[in-house]
C-alpha cells in the first residue's frame, strides 16, 4: 500500500495561489487513481480533482474548473495541485488519496464522488484564504 504525505499549504490571499503536493512513499502511484479532496469544518468532504496513473487524464469538479491543475511526476513520485484564484470560501484541510480499484474500474469524473472509497490517504495540509 502506497503512503502519501501532503505538503504545501499555508494562508494565502483571495485570488492568490498555492501548489500543493503529495508525494508517495513505500510504493509508486503506478496502477492508481490519485485524487485531492477538501474538508471545511462542519461540511463533508469534497472531491476536488483526480488523475489515472494509467492515462493521465485529469478531472475536476466544476467549482475549481479552470483555476485548478492536477500533474503528475512520476519520477519523483509525486502530484500536485496548482490552485489559483483562490476563493475566500475554499478554506480547507486538503487530503490526497490513491486507490488502484478506481484505477482497474477506469478512472472518471464519477470517482470524485462522495462515498467513493480510496485504500490510501494523507494526513491533510491545511490551505486558508484570506478576503
Known amino acids: 500500500e502506497v503512503q502519501l504525505v501532503e505538503s504545501g499549504g499555508g494562508l494565502v490571499q483571495a485570488g492568490g495561489s498555492l501548489r500543493l503536493s503529495c508525494a508517495a512513499s513505500?510504493?509508486?502511484?503506478?496502477?492508481?487513481?490519485i485524487g485531492w479532496f477538501r474538508q471545511a469544518p462542519g461540511k463533508e468532504r469534497e472531491g476536488v480533482s483526480c488523475i489515472s496513473s494509467t492515462t493521465g487524464r485529469a478531472y475536476y469538479a466544476d467549482s475549481v474548473k479552470g483555476r485548478f491543475t492536477i500533474s503528475s511526476d512520476n519520477a519523483k513520485k509525486t502530484v500536485y495541485l496548482q490552485m489559483n484564484s483562490l476563493k475566500p470560501e475554499e478554506p480547507a484541510v486538503y487530503y490526497c488519496?490513491?486507490?488502484?480499484?478506481?484505477?482497474?474500474?477506469?478512472?472518471?469524473?464519477?470517482?470524485?464522488?462522495?462515498?467513493?472509497?480510496?485504500?490510501?490517504w494523507g494526513q491533510g495540509t491545511q490551505v486558508t484564504v484570506s478576503s
Open positions: 513505500g510504493s509508486t502511484f503506478d496502477g492508481h487513481t
Open positions: 488519496a490513491a486507490d488502484r480499484t478506481n484505477e482497474l474500474l477506469g478512472a472518471g469524473g464519477w470517482s470524485l464522488a462522495v462515498g467513493v472509497e480510496y485504500e490510501s
